[in-house]
C-alpha cells in the first residue's frame, strides 16, 4: 500500500518523554517514539521532529519563580535541545541516521538550521530534529514545528498527544466530550478549539498545510496515518 505523505513534521510534547515519572525523560518512552519513526523510515517517509521542552523547563511558567520572560524563553529553548539529543541517540541506537539541528548556534553538538541542508538530509533519508524552537522568544513550539514544515514543504504536521484527537471539551475532563474526526480551519477558529497556539494555526491556515491531531502512544498509529487511515482528526482547507 502507498505512502499518502512522502515527507512529515512530526510534533511531540516535552511532557510525552516523561511517561509516567512527572519529569524528566523516560527511557521506554524513547524506544517508543524511536521504533515509530523508524518504521515510517524504512517505509520511505521522510522525517522532521519538532520536540517540546516541558519535561524540564516551561519558559512561560518561570515568571513565577522572578526569572524574566525572555530569559525563561531561551531556557526552554536549551530543554528542547537535551530531548533533541536524547531522541537522537535513541534513533542512533537502532540503526538510524540522523541530524539534530538548532536554531540557536551550538556548533559543539548540533548544526545551525540552514533550510537546503535540512531538506538535503531529508532527501538522504535523515531523521532530521529540529531544537531551541525558532531562535527567539515569545514563540513557542507549536510556532517552530509550523515554520519548519513550511519551510521544508512537509506535506502534513503530525501532532502526537495523549488523546485520539480534538474534541468539544477535554476528554480527561469531560466524559461527554464528542470527538472531531474532520474539521475546516475556520471551524476551529469559530468553535474556540485549542489545537495549536494561534501564531502555528495561522501559519498553517495561511498555507493550507494540514494538521492531523492524533494519540502517539498507540503504536501503530503513526505507520497507520501514513498509509492514509483516518486516525485521530484532520484540519484542513
Known amino acids: 500500500m502507498a505512502n499518502k505523505y512522502k515527507r512529515i513534521l512530526l510534533k511531540l510534547s516535552g511532557e510525552s518523554l516523561m511517561g509516567d515519572q512527572g519529569y524528566g525523560i523516560e527511557p521506554g518512552m524513547l524506544r517508543h517514539y524511536a521504533e515509530q519513526i523508524k518504521e515510517l523510515i524504512d517505509d520511505g517517509v521522510e522525517v522532521a521532529v519538532v520536540i517540546g521542552g516541558g519535561n524540564i523547563f516551561r519558559g512561560l511558567q518561570a515568571q513565577a519563580s522572578g526569572i524574566e520572560r525572555v530569559q525563561g524563553d531561551y531556557m526552554g529553548m536549551l530543554a528542547t535541545v537535551i530531548n533533541g ?44 530534529i529540529f531544537s531551541a524552537g525558532t531562535g527567539s522568544p515569545y514563540f513557542t513550539t507549536d510556532s517552530a514545528a509550523a515554520l519548519r514544515a513550511n519551510e521544508i514543504s512537509a506535506d502534513v504536521i503530525l501532532k502526537g ?77
Not at 559543539?108 to 538535503?120: G, N
Not at 474534541?167 to 475556520?186: I, R, V
Request: charged letters at 25%; proline letters at 3%; hydrophobic letters at 40%.
Open 85 to 128: 539529543m536524547a531522541l537522537q541517540s535513541a534513533l542512533e541506537g537502532i540503526g538510524l541516521y540522523t541530524r539534530l539541528i538548532t536554531a540557536i548556534e551550538m556548533k559543539q553538538i548540533a548544526e545551525p538550521y540552514i533550510r537546503r541542508r535540512a531538506i538535503r538530509h531529508l532527501e538522504k533519508g535523515r531523521v532530521v
Open 161 to 237: 498527544t495523549r488523546v485520539d484527537g480534538i474534541y468539544t471539551a477535554d476528554p480527561e475532563k469531560d466524559p461527554h466530550a464528542k470527538k472531531f474526526d474532520k474539521l475546516s480551519f475556520a471551524q476551529v477558529i469559530s468553535l474556540g478549539l485549542s489545537v495549536m497556539d494561534m501564531t502555528a494555526f495561522t501559519l498553517c491556515q495561511e498555507n493550507n498545510l494540514p494538521i492531523i491531531v492524533f494519540d502517539i502512544n498507540k503504536h501503530e498509529n503513526l505507520r497507520r496515518i501514513i498509509k492514509g487511515e483516518a486516525i485521530g482528526t484532520l484540519v484542513e482547507g
